[in-house]
């Protein structure tokens, strides 16, 4: 700019100076509105003309060092603009204005996710697909640039920064009012425990979510503040174990706990009796734990007994080869899990564990998205992924906390109870994991249930009505009733509603559709109750 202002006060200084001659050969002096015009046109190479009047030799002669002057100053000045914009300093401060821009102009509730790897990948999207804002930090421009790239239903804000740091936590909007939640996935336990650290400092009030691989960390997270702790290797032991144990209970909490529109998986039935644990790390002491706990007998086979401090009688080996795998019983044994941090170690040693004995059941852990299509191909029975284990149970706790009530009740119930309600969700969903929400009877959320509940007694199954036929029942089941305190598993039908009431509904989403519109208009509830049809206002009646 500089340049250009100098370039341009020196042509038009020089073109009013210089004396020239009008038509009639008297002196004449152009003035600073026609040397600003002629320079303009001329600067530009737009084109050239002696205007108002034929100009003098002196004049062409300054003329000949503008045009040099002006076409070399703005092909300079040109660069430089080109240089700068393209200077990665610039571009993240224009990003980081730009961003800041955005985050101050939501007015909605969003949650800041910190780390776009593939769980924060798998969670902002059953976010998107919710309806529900989310805002990303990751430190890997790559995986912004995905994020950006992707076609959400609700797009998220990307930020390129690293989340350990409380200034970046802070641009992200993690003081913003509409900052409901706060979800710590990056790749490291510290870094999730700083996010965690920060939040509770700089917004106390704020719903925190944190993966933590490690059980120190994991401690150090729970100790201060409300914190949620989400450890995928203790996770996926305790659902292993209780598929071993509760096949039927084990169906149920995956369903129930699913992304939506997620295909609905077989029921798994693995058998007790002796099962394989290859690999001691922090994944297999979890299921060691969890399995002895639950009366399983293991063997351990660990390369490096001492050092991971495997228990007594492990087989030391890899279990790649079959040597080692015939020395822990395979023969005997009706499961193997494959559970060390290497992908084709995993692989080798389920392939030959496969070959040696075709009916065992098999557990993989796989490491990497990347070999998705090998261990798609290799068609494992169970198959343990930490981004889709955290992710799934993220997501369960954030949709509504009635589910995490819910599941807590069932504990004390057994197995074939388990399975009769999974024949009962079979029922009413078709190829897809079945749509779990929250109805709450207020006057904001069922204003029309809610005037019903205080002028009569409305009953369940009043509720569950087909809007466009009473007399059939909504393909729908409720799972819980929660009245301040007290839970009601599977609440009768009769059961009268009152205000304050919450209840956890699980159907198809389609049929989620008619029972809000029940809850909310008016007359539909009122044909509902009555079997009477009125029309929507006064207007209408009259007509």
């Not at 749509?435 to 029309?448: D, G, Q, S, V």
């Amino acid at each position: 700019m500089i340049v250009l202002i100098l370039m341009y006060a020196i042509s038009v200084l020089g073109f009013t100076l210089i004396p020239g001659q009008d038509a009639t050969g008297q002196t004449w002096h152009m003035s600073f509105f026609h040397a600003m015009y002629l320079v303009s046109y001329t600067a530009t190479t737009i084109g050239f003309g002696e205007i108002p009047y034929a100009f003098t030799e002196a004049q062409r002669l300054w003329m000949m060092f503008v045009v040099h002057l002006t076409v070399i100053g703005w092909l300079y000045s040109i660069g430089s603009l080109l240089a700068v914009l393209q200077d990665p300093a610039f571009r993240k401060l224009r990003s980081e204005y730009t961003f800041q821009r955005s985050v101050k102009r939501l007015r909605t509730p969003f949650y800041l996710v910190c780390g776009y790897g593939d769980t924060g990948g798998i969670l902002v999207k059953a976010l998107a697909d919710e309806g529900i804002k989310a805002v990303v930090i990751d430190k890997d421009e790559s995986r912004i640039n995905a994020l950006e790239l992707n076609d959400y239903i609700r797009r998220p804000l990307g930020l390129l920064g690293d989340a350990a740091k409380p200034a970046v936590l802070e641009m992200a909007g993690i003081t913003n009012n509409y900052c409901v939640g706060v979800i710590a996935l990056t790749d490291t336990d510290q870094t999730n425990l700083m996010v965690a650290l920060s939040a509770y400092l700089l917004n106390p009030n704020l719903r925190v979510l944190a993966r933590a691989e490690s059980a120190e960390v994991e401690a150090n997270i729970r100790s201060f503040g409300k914190n949620e702790v989400i450890n995928p290797f203790e996770t996926f032991a305790g659902r292993l174990a209780l598929a071993i144990h509760s096949p039927g209970m084990y169906t149920l909490f995956t369903w129930l706990t699913g992304i939506p529109h997620e295909p609905l998986h077989e029921p798994l039935f693995p058998e007790r009796g002796l099962w394989l644990i290859a690999g001691y790390g922090r994944f297999g002491k979890a299921l060691y734990r969890r399995l002895q706990e639950a009366g399983i007998p293991t063997q351990v086979i660990e390369s490096d007994p001492l050092n991971t401090e495997a228990p007594e009688h492990t087989i030391v080996g890899s279990g790649t080869d079959a040597l080692t795998l015939q020395a822990a019983g395979l023969q005997k044994a009706v499961g193997i899990v494959a559970g060390t941090h290497d992908d084709a170690n995993n692989l080798s040693i389920l392939m030959t564990a496969r070959e040696l004995k075709r009916d065992i059941f098999i557990v993989a852990r796989q490491n990497q998205r990347d070999n998705d299509l090998v261990f798609e191909k290799a068609a494992f029975n169970l198959l343990m992924k930490r981004g889709d284990v955290i992710a799934h149970k993220i997501f369960a706790l954030l949709r509504t906390p009635l589910i995490s009530d819910f599941l807590e009740a069932i504990k004390i119930h057994d197995d074939d109870w388990a399975n009769l309600l999974v024949s009962r969700v079979l029922g009413i969903t078709t190829d897809e994991v079945p749509y779990l929400w929250e109805i709450k009877l207020n006057k904001a959320r069922t204003p029309a249930l809610y005037k019903s509940c205080l002028m009569n007694d409305v009953i369940l199954l009043d509720v569950l009505r087909d809007p466009r036929e009473r007399t059939r029942q909504l393909p729908a089941i409720p799972l819980l009733l929660k009245r301040q305190e007290t839970v009601f598993v599977l609440p009768a039908m009769d059961m009268r509603l009152e205000v304050s009431d919450r209840l956890l509904m699980c159907a198809a989403y389609s049929t989620s559709q008619d029972l809000q519109w029940a809850t909310q208009n008016e007359n539909v509830l009122h044909y509902l109750l009555t079997g009477q049809e009125t029309s929507g206002g006064d207007l209408w009646r009259r007509l």
